[in-house]
T-cell receptor, first 113, second 113 residues
Framework: GESVGLHLPTLSVQEGDNSIINCAYS??????FIWYKQESGKGPQFIID?????DKRQGQRVTVLLNKTVKHLSLQIAATQPGDSAVYFC????????????FGKGTKLSVKP | EPEVTQTPSHQVTQMGQEVILRCVPI?????FYWYRQILGQKVEFLVS????????KSEIFDDQFSVERPDGSNFTLKIRSTKLEDSAMYFC???????????FGQGTRLTVV
């Protein structure tokens, strides 16, 4: 079975609203997590990362929360803009590996103007 | 800003033919990866490469696949005898250390006919 999964395949929000994208992971040994944004026909683009010794990390308009107790990761996007429309993937880095990332299925975010 | 570059952007090949996908990772990076993404699906790990050798590979990366870093700047993925199911986007990624951001290229779309 897959190690990383997403609760919702699609999310539609109004421009200006906040978005929350969720992710579940199953490897308790994973020690590093990344959120990627992928626009159509392009490669994954780094948004934000978090290490397992943290539970929250903030970037510009984005916040990642990590709950190790329930193995849950979320990405919050503040004041969502049309340019945020894309597929969002969470990825985990299994501790001890050479850094290969295990990706979840992705959530498609659509922002309505 | 440094970036991972991949060529070609699109490759069409006949079943049974060999293909070589090329990547130029970011120059001071030490860890290199190939991933693939079948249309509409998640990004899947193929292989990681460090210190001029394969460090990990997935079950997808069978005897038909090989990787090389021939000259210190290029990183190639060869598929010896392509199958229809090899049709996918192939992404190269690199990073300076494990547990840091992995930078992805824009991908090569491989179509096997």
């Amino acid at each position: 079975g897959e190690s990383v999964g997403l609760h919702l395949p699609t999310l539609s929000v109004q421009e200006g609203d906040n978005s929350i994208i969720n992710c579940a992971y199953s490897n308790s040994a994973s020690d590093y997590f990344i959120w990627y944004k992928q626009e159509s026909g392009k490669g994954p683009q780094f948004i934000i990362d978090i290490r397992s010794n943290m539970d929250k990390r903030q970037g510009q308009r984005v916040t990642v929360l990590l709950n190790k107790t329930v193995k849950h990761l979320s990405l919050q996007i503040a004041a969502t803009q049309p340019g945020d429309s894309a597929v969002y993937f969470c990825a985990e880095n299994y501790g001890g590996s050479q850094g290969n990332l295990i990706f979840g299925k992705g959530t498609k975010l659509s922002v309505k103007p | 800003e440094p970036e991972v570059t991949q060529t070609p952007s699109h490759q069409v090949t006949q079943m049974g033919q060999e293909v070589i996908l090329r990547c130029v990772p970011i120059s001071n990076h030490l860890y290199f990866y190939w991933y693939r993404q079948i249309l509409g699906q998640k990004v899947e790990f193929l292989v990681s490469f460090y210190n001029n050798e394969i460090s990990e590979k997935s079950e997808i990366f069978d005897d038909q696949f090989s990787v090389e870093r021939p000259d210190g700047s290029n990183f190639t993925l060869k598929i010896r005898s392509t199958k229809l199911e090899d049709s996918a986007m192939y992404f190269c990624a690199s990073r300076y250390r494990t547990n840091t951001e992995a930078f992805f290229g824009q991908g090569t779309r491989l179509t096997v006919v």
